[in-house]
């Protein structure tokens, strides 16, 4: 079973917009997630301004990836490096601790985490 950076049970991030590695809602992840996709974020146009700035703008659909572009408030499973860039230039979203995997804690320490925890569950 999945753990989260808590070491409880990982709880689902997104179902609308529809997130994840294994787009399952979770931010499970495993060998072939090369990203490491396992940061359950909370998005900000701080931070979707920033991650378009590195090159990968999660802002505009692509349908044909059935991607529905992104938005403020809106949570997404982020890569665990990006996620911590973003922290180290000041611009890192908040996180949902309960949906955030416990391989998150490879690149970013749980303090960090706590100090950017959301404080709901959606």
């Known amino acids: 079973m999945a753990r989260n950076v808590l070491g409880e049970p990982l709880l689902p991030c997104s179902r609308d917009p529809l997130t994840g590695f294994y787009r399952d809602g979770s931010c499970n992840t495993g060998e072939d997630d090369a990203g490491c996709h396992s940061v359950c974020a909370v998005m900000t146009e701080e931070f979707l301004a920033f991650s378009a700035e590195r090159g990968n703008d999660l802002s505009t659909p692509r349908p044909a990836w059935g991607f529905p572009g992104l938005k403020p408030g809106d949570q997404w499973c982020l890569c665990a ?4 860039e973003a922290l180290l230039a000041g ?8 949906a955030t995997h416990e391989a998150t804690l490879k690149y970013v320490t749980l303090d ?4 950017h925890a959301a404080h709901t569950l959606h």
Not at 112 to 115: E, P, V
């Open 81 to 84: 490096a990006r996620w911590r």
């Open 91 to 98: 611009k890192a979203p908040r996180v949902v601790l309960e």
């Open 112 to 115: 960090q985490l706590r100090a």
